[in-house]
Antibody
């Protein structure tokens, strides 16, 4: 059974860099057609997608966070990571890692589009940004 | 950026049918997913590709999508269905979530 487990710092100061890792068990990150990524949820608010990465390096990121985000994959340890730099109090949130599925839909033989969803989530790790 | 609009709250009596809408420009031209999140828990995928339920999701959850509106329908709603529900789509290489709807069963 696939499981994802996040780990994070708990508390960081403004302007520092947040670092998270997500350990995947029950499946190999480097197999299959899955992306691996991150979503966050500020206290009392909704979900905000951060970004995702394929094991070959293909990456998608939320444009609103892109300049501060680095997602990486460590296939040897079956983990993937998130770094978010220059944090402020607005980055206080629960951070979830999740398996992302990208599916292709052919409209014609040459015209297609993707759709994308998250089918397995970790339990989340809470981070507070405060001095 | 692409916006998905959900009502902040929906109320339903136990055993009745609840409908949660998600609106976006030409939303029917793409696929929508739905997630359920109970307090203190991580989200759970309820519906993907507009209408498909993953294994283990009860049949009382169903989805549709046409025009500018996707709808999550919960039939024979149970108290355990009280939760936040989020719609999600993929637009211009970005995952977009709706702001969520709190379903109250009372």
């Amino acid at each position: 059974q696939l499981q994802l487990q996040e780990s994070g710092p708990g508390l960081v100061k403004p302007s520092e860099t947040l670092s998270f890792s997500c350990t995947v068990s029950g499946a190999s990150i480097s197999n299959g057609t899955y992306f691996w990524g991150w979503i966050r949820q500020p206290p009392g608010k909704g979900l905000e997608w951060i970004g995702s990465m394929f094991h070959s390096g293909n990456t998608y990121n939320n444009p609103s966070l892109k300049s501060r985000v680095t997602i990486s994959i460590d296939t040897s340890n079956n983990q993937f990571s998130l770094k978010l730099n220059s944090v402020t109090a607005a980055d206080t949130a629960v951070y979830y890692c999740a398996r992302h599925r990208r599916q292709i839909v052919f409209v014609t033989s040459t015209d297609y589009y993707y759709y994308y969803y998250m089918d397995v989530w970790g339990r989340g790790t809470t981070v507070t940004v405060s001095s | 950026s692409y916006d998905l609009t959900q009502p902040p709250s929906v109320s339903v009596s136990p055993g009745q049918t609840a409908s949660i809408t998600c609106s976006g420009d030409e939303l029917g031209d793409t696929y929508v997913s739905w997630y359920q999140q109970k307090p203190g828990q991580s989200p759970v995928l309820l519906i993907f590709q507009d209408t498909i339920r993953p294994s283990g999701i009860p049949e009382r959850f169903s989805g549709s999508n046409s025009g500018n509106t996707a709808t999550l329908t919960v039939t024979e709603t149970q108290v355990m269905d009280e939760a936040d529900y989020y719609c999600q789509a993929w637009d211009r290489s970005t995952v977009v979530f709706g702001r969520g709807t709190k379903l109250t069963v009372l």
